[in-house]
Nanobody, 116 residues
Framework: QVQLVESGGGLVQAGGSLRLSCATS????????MGWYRQAPGKQRELVAT???????NYAASVKGRFTISRDNLKNTVYLQMNSLKPEDTAVYYC??????????WGKGTLVTVSS
């Protein structure tokens, strides 16, 4: 079983920055994509950014240029650096990982609140 634990969320003013981290534990074999998703109140969960084991990244249009995803493949850890935060970035941010065998895991989420 694989566990994902997010950290780094909190309250920040618009224009500020936060760095989210997602640590993994358990039996991890052939970890492929790692990524971040978010869910705002009353909205569906949406992709924020993903990073493949080979280093390719993908971003939602709404965060491109402001957020940066990175991962440490030795530690199986993924990060999300969030700059120039906006009130509309307020959401619960979830870490996600996909194994080569197709298994997918989610963290419990960390709340990011951006005040105007």
């Amino acid at each position: 079983q694989v566990q994902l634990v997010e950290s780094g969320g909190g309250l920040v003013q618009a224009g500020g920055s936060l760095r989210l981290s997602c640590a993994t534990s358990g039996t991890i074999r052939m970890l492929n994509d790692m990524g971040w998703y978010r869910q705002a109140p009353g909205k569906q969960r949406e992709l924020v950014a993903t990073a493949t084991s080979g280093g390719s990244t993908n971003y939602a249009a709404s965060v491109k240029g402001r957020f940066t995803i990175s991962r440490d493949n030795l530690k199986n850890t993924v990060y999300l650096q969030m700059n120039s935060l906006k009130p509309e970035d307020t959401a619960v941010y979830y870490c996600n990982c996909r194994m080569a065998n197709g298994m997918e895991y989610w963290g419990k989420g960390t709340l990011v609140t951006v005040s105007s």
